[in-house]
């Protein structure tokens, strides 16, 4: 498959201008960028960027989101905020993906960010540290508050006069929340249900041809728990760390999906087919014949990276499931009709997508080091995925996994894995997660050191002092450098990086500031500095000369080569 750069970037998402390599199948939505034209540009202005060196910033510890020179951000919206008369934006927001409505007006559409996880300290009062068994203490009413603040949110923005701002009480604006129904997509009901009770747990996502937005159920068995099976197959349930399960009765088996919500109605489902696992993301491309191909993993230390190939056009149902055998570039079937050693442990098809882990390790599978993110390049067309860190085998740093797929063809079953690039002091970035490409391909990537594990002097992580936002440069006298331009607060990590359609403003979450705090009045930050005193996660929008310098640059390059 030849790739044409023209072609795909043309439209800028969460791979830049092409969310999934993006696609010819977005430009009917109206993304198309608005590209500078090299020519226009005085011979002076030319040479100066040829020349010039991204200033990054220097890893900090201070309590506040920094930027590197030509830089700047705006808050979009906090937690607590209004969204409509009935509700409000959630907490931990982390993933972000903007669709305009109009191709002629790419300052205004929908945003949809995840609400990954609460921190009841500031969410519903209640400070676990205060007991011996938190459990026995908790109310209905506590969980509820939980519950609401979970899942994600629907909100029109529009950027006048440069800034961005919601539009408070528009008609689309929504929340989906753990307490949404939400239907099955599946022939077969799951534990007697096909349509289960919210959505939780929303790490990563990604958007798909038709134009909806995907997110993805992570840590779900952090809520209602999870059920195990011993040698002899014989389930229990494993606790939860919030015990939901204790006030709603609802099974871990509903949990643990990718979910697709549609931004004109707030309408969702669950993909079955997708497999049940901790999903950091899901992303998507769109092939010649319309089938799909889904890219997703499995963000837990030993697990696996995943792949859907649909057998019908525009389906997330029909087809089939793969997971990775990256020392021999295999995608291993997850197919109960067709794999013996399946039949010989799960009942059928729906037991072996539940039960996703077990089939995959009984194919031999190859465990990863935490899968996150995966992005596609919109150059070469290759597959990034995040491996965040290992801790149990020694690997603190983590990596950035490329996939090669053979003869480029996304839908095919064989493929070369190696390094793109390793975390450490040399490099100067540790533990990736998130990747977005922007419009000219440049690489986008932030980190998730923990927050127990950030600034402590017997920690190996003392170097990267808080999170960080870094860029991966193609062109120019920096190409292929790792340079951190922007640092975030204390105890936060940057996520969901996303590009506005015409590549002038990336969307990204400032998600848990403060997360290590006890006290309420004594918190260890207090970004973004509003009158409540107290840290609260957000959604800003980062703008500036260096993010159109970047792309000018890329364009130089072409000129040069053309």
Same mark, same amino acid.
């Given at each position: $498959?030849?790739?044409?750069?023209?072609?795909?970037?043309?439209?800028?998402?969460?791979?830049?201008?092409?969310?999934?390599?993006?696609?010819?199948?977005?430009?009917?939505? &109206?993304?198309?960028?608005?590209?500078?034209?090299?020519?226009?540009?005085?011979? /002076?202005?030319? !040479?100066?960027?040829? /020349?010039?060196?991204?200033?990054?910033?220097?890893?900090?510890?201070?309590?506040?989101?920094?930027?590197?020179?030509?830089?700047?951000?705006?808050?979009? %919206?906090?937690?607590?905020?209004?969204?409509?008369?009935?509700?409000?934006?959630?907490?931990?927001?982390?993933?972000?993906? *903007?669709?305009?409505?109009?191709?002629?007006?790419?300052?205004?559409?929908?945003?949809?960010?995840?609400?990954?996880?609460?921190?009841?300290?500031?969410?519903?009062?209640?400070?676990? #540290?205060?007991?011996?068994?938190?459990?026995?203490?908790?109310?209905?009413?506590?969980?509820?508050?939980?519950?609401?603040?979970?899942? &994600?949110?629907?909100?029109?923005?529009?950027?006048?006069?440069?800034?961005?701002?919601?539009?408070?009480?528009?008609?689309?604006?929504?929340?989906?929340?753990?307490? =949404?129904?939400?239907?099955?997509?599946?022939?077969?009901?799951?534990?007697?249900?096909?349509?289960? $009770?919210?959505?939780?747990?929303?790490?990563?996502?990604?958007?798909?041809?038709?134009?909806?937005?995907?997110?993805?159920?992570?840590?779900?068995? &952090?809520? *209602?728990?999870?059920?195990?099976?011993? !040698?002899?197959?014989?389930?229990? #349930?494993?606790?939860?760390?919030?015990?939901?399960?204790?006030?709603?009765?609802?099974?871990?088996?509903?949990?643990?999906?990718?979910?697709?919500?549609?931004?004109?109605?707030?309408?969702?489902?669950?993909?079955?087919?997708?497999?049940?696992?901790?999903?950091?993301?899901?992303?998507?491309?769109?092939?010649?014949?319309?089938?799909?191909?889904?890219?997703?993993?499995?963000?837990?230390?030993?697990? #696996?990276?995943?792949?859907?190939?649909?057998?019908?056009?525009?389906?997330?149902?029909?087809?089939?499931?793969?997971?990775?055998?990256?020392?021999?570039?295999?995608?291993?079937?997850?197919?109960?009709?067709?794999?013996?050693?399946?039949?010989?442990?799960?009942?059928?098809?729906? !037991?072996?997508?539940?039960?996703?882990? !077990?089939?995959?390790?009984?194919?031999?599978?190859?465990?990863?080091?935490?899968?996150?993110?995966?992005?596609?390049?919109? %150059?070469?067309?290759?597959?990034?995925?995040?491996?965040?860190?290992?801790?149990?085998?020694?690997?603190?740093?983590?990596?950035?996994?490329?996939?090669?797929?053979?003869?480029? +063809?996304? @839908?095919?079953?064989?493929?070369?894995?190696? =390094?793109?690039?390793?975390?450490?002091?040399?490099?100067? *970035?540790?533990?990736?997660?998130?990747?977005?490409?922007?419009?000219?391909?440049?690489?986008?990537?932030?980190?998730?050191?923990?927050?127990?594990?950030?600034?402590?002097?017997?920690?190996?992580?003392?170097?990267?002092?808080?999170?960080?936002?870094?860029?991966?440069?193609?062109?120019?006298?920096? +190409?292929?450098?790792?340079?951190?331009?922007?640092?975030?607060?204390?105890?936060?990590?940057?996520?969901?990086?996303?590009?506005?359609?015409?590549?002038?403003?990336?969307?990204?979450?400032?998600?848990?500031?403060?997360?290590?705090?006890?006290?309420?009045?004594?918190? =260890?930050?207090?970004?973004?500095?509003?009158?409540?005193?107290?840290?609260?996660?957000?959604?800003?929008?980062?703008?500036? @000369?260096?993010? /159109?310098? $970047?792309?000018?640059?890329?364009? %130089?390059?072409?000129?040069?080569?053309?």
């Amino acid at each position: $498959m030849e790739y044409n750069r023209r072609k795909f970037i043309s439209f800028i998402g969460k791979a830049g201008l092409g969310t999934m390599i993006t696609p010819p199948f977005l430009i009917s939505c &109206g993304n198309n960028s608005n590209t500078v034209n090299i020519k226009d540009e005085p011979k /002076e202005t030319l !040479e100066l960027l040829k /020349e010039t060196i991204l200033e990054g910033i220097a890893a900090s510890d201070q309590d506040d989101l920094l930027l590197a020179k030509g830089l700047d951000y705006h808050t979009i %919206i906090k937690w607590g905020d209004k969204i409509s008369n009935k509700d409000h934006f959630g907490f931990n927001n982390d993933f972000t993906c *903007f669709i305009p409505f109009d191709e002629n007006n790419p300052k205004d559409g929908l945003l949809w960010v995840n609400h990954e996880y609460v921190n009841p300290l500031f969410v519903s009062n209640f400070n676990f #540290h205060d007991f011996e068994k938190p459990e026995e203490h908790r109310t209905i009413e506590q969980i509820d508050k939980e519950m609401y603040n979970v899942g &994600g949110s629907i909100i029109r923005i529009k950027e006048e006069n440069g800034k961005w701002k919601i539009v408070e009480n528009d008609p689309y604006n929504r929340r989906i929340t753990a307490q =949404t129904p939400i239907q099955l997509n599946w022939d077969s009901p799951i534990k007697g249900k096909t349509t289960v $009770m919210g959505t939780l747990s929303n790490c990563s996502g990604g958007i798909t041809p038709w134009q909806t937005f995907l997110t993805c159920e992570e840590n779900y068995d &952090g809520c *209602f728990g999870e059920t195990e099976y011993d !040698e002899q197959n014989v389930a229990t #349930h494993r606790p939860s760390w919030y015990g939901w399960e204790k006030f709603y009765e609802y099974p871990p088996e509903h949990y643990g999906w990718v979910v697709e919500i549609n931004p004109k109605d707030g309408s969702a489902q669950k993909h079955i087919a997708l497999g049940r696992f901790a999903h950091e993301c899901c992303t998507v491309y769109e092939l010649e014949d319309k089938r799909v191909v889904a890219y997703t993993g499995d963000d837990k230390n030993n697990e #696996h990276l995943y792949k859907f190939i649909s057998s019908k056009p525009g389906s997330l149902k029909e087809g089939t499931l793969y997971v990775a055998d990256t020392i021999n570039g295999k995608w291993l079937a997850l197919d109960w009709e067709n794999q013996p050693i399946l039949k010989s442990k799960f009942k059928d098809q729906t !037991e072996v997508l539940i039960r996703a882990r !077990e089939a995959a390790k009984l194919l031999g599978a190859t465990e990863l080091n935490r899968p996150e993110d995966i992005e596609i390049d919109p %150059i070469t067309g290759n597959i990034f995925v995040t491996l965040t860190n290992n801790k149990s085998k020694d690997d603190f740093h983590g990596s950035i996994l490329k996939i090669e797929e053979n003869n480029a +063809a996304f @839908d095919a079953l064989d493929f070369k894995a190696s =390094t793109y690039i390793a975390g450490g002091e040399e490099n100067g *970035f540790s533990c990736p997660d998130n990747l977005a490409f922007d419009q000219s391909g440049n690489l986008w990537m932030t980190s998730d050191m923990s927050g127990s594990s950030m600034n402590k002097e017997d920690k190996p992580y003392m170097p990267f002092k808080n999170n960080s936002l870094f860029v991966i440069p193609r062109y120019g006298k920096d +190409a292929g450098k790792v340079i951190r331009v922007a640092s975030a607060p204390r105890d936060a990590e940057l996520t969901g990086p996303w590009f506005s359609p015409d590549g002038k403003t990336l969307f990204l979450s400032v998600q848990h500031p403060g997360e290590q705090t006890t006290d309420v009045n004594n918190p =260890t930050s207090k970004w973004p500095f509003d009158k409540d005193n107290i840290p609260k996660p957000a959604v800003v929008a980062i703008t500036g @000369d260096l993010i /159109e310098k $970047m792309n000018k640059l890329s364009q %130089i390059q072409e000129s040069q080569n053309s």
